[in-house]
């Protein structure tokens, strides 16, 4: 992962950032700075707000208020997604889709070359660079159908590394994966922030992942509840933690907004960040 020259400062300035879906406050008043070089868990009990808050800093959900800046560009601004690695939350994506794992694989060099242009001796390096990477160089020919869910899902990092990102959001890829595989993930992760890059790993239970966290935010009801030194799986999970830590601005919450549990039709959309299997795979290979 090279980092690019005068990427040292934040890569993730979000303040007084809202997300509002279909009029409904979502996410609030969430500040968050994310230096470049930390290994940040995004935790929290499910409808959080994780999720969300992955999605607006990768501008799939637009803001309601706050402002946003990546390696120190406005949003508006920021054009560079190739640097922007996202594996979304997995839901049905993976299943029954009759591309190879290579296949899929290389579509995460799209953003690294001009429309229809082959692949390069460079973007071939970087696709199996990635596959070594998650342990998965000797199914490169296999379809994705016929792989584990936690196989499938190293699919997915490894498409998201072979765009080689500076800043690497992963959303719960642990999430349903057997612990061998968590461990190959881990592994994986330790790998990539060795090499300089950014990760903020959505994880409600961190695992083998947990010595890899340099710092740790919890969410709770659309807001920022927690944020500092690695917790422990019961310390994040705690009641009292937002009173403990008395980050929450409760002041104004409102009192109607409970937090659910229900599951959400989901959009794991990513325009130019990366949903991995939603669309044909690459014909060029
Ligand atoms: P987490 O990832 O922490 O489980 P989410 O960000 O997915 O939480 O969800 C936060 C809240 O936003 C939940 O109350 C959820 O129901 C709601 N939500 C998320 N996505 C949508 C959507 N597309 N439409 C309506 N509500 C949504
Ligand atoms: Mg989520």
């Known amino acids: 992962m090279s980092a ?3 990427s040292t400062g934040p890569v993730v300035e979000l303040s007084g950032g809202a997300v509002a879906i279909a009029g409904r406050p979502i996410l609030r008043g969430i500040d968050l700075t994310v230096p470049a070089g930390e290994f940040l868990a995004l935790m929290g009990a499910n409808g959080s707000g994780k999720s969300t808050l992955v999605r607006a800093l990768t501008g799939l959900h637009p803001l309601a208020a706050g402002s946003l800046r990546l390696f120190g560009t406005p949003y508006d601004d920021f054009h560079d997604w190739r640097r922007v690695g996202y594996v979304p939350q997995r839901g049905s994506a993976a299943s029954g889709v009759p591309a190879s794992v290579w296949e899929v694989v290389a579509s995460g060099r799209l953003t690294h070359r001009p429309l229809f242009r082959r692949l390069g001796r460079r973007d071939r390096a970087a696709i199996t660079d990635a596959l070594e990477v998650v342990g998965l160089a000797d199914r490169a020919g296999d ?29 719960e890829p642990t999430a349903g994966v057997d612990l061998p595989n968590q461990h190959v993930l881990a592994d994986s ?3 990539l922030s060795g090499r300089g890059a950014t990760v903020v790993l959505v994880a409600h239970e961190l695992g083998p992942m947990a010595t890899l966290v340099d710092r740790a935010v919890v969410m709770r ?7 500092g030194p690695p917790l422990t799986h019961d310390q994040a ?4 933690l937002s009173a403990r830590v008395a980050l929450a601005h409760v002041d104004d919450l ?7 549990h229900e599951t959400v039709a989901r959009h794991d959309h ?4 990366a949903s991995p299997l939603d669309r044909p795979a690459e014909e060029d290979r």
């Open 4 to 6: 690019a020259p005068g």
């Open 143 to 171: 379809g994705v159908s016929t792989l584990s869910g936690g196989q499938q899902q190293r699919v997915l990092i490894a498409r998201a590394l072979a765009g080689e990102p500076e800043l690497f959001f992963l959303d």
């Open 189 to 191: 992760l330790a790998t």
């Open 221 to 227: 009801d659309g807001r920022i509840t927690y944020d």
């Open 237 to 240: 999970h705690e009641p009292e």
């Open 254 to 260: 409102d009192p109607g907004h409970h937090h659910d």
């Open 270 to 273: 990513a325009p130019h960040v």
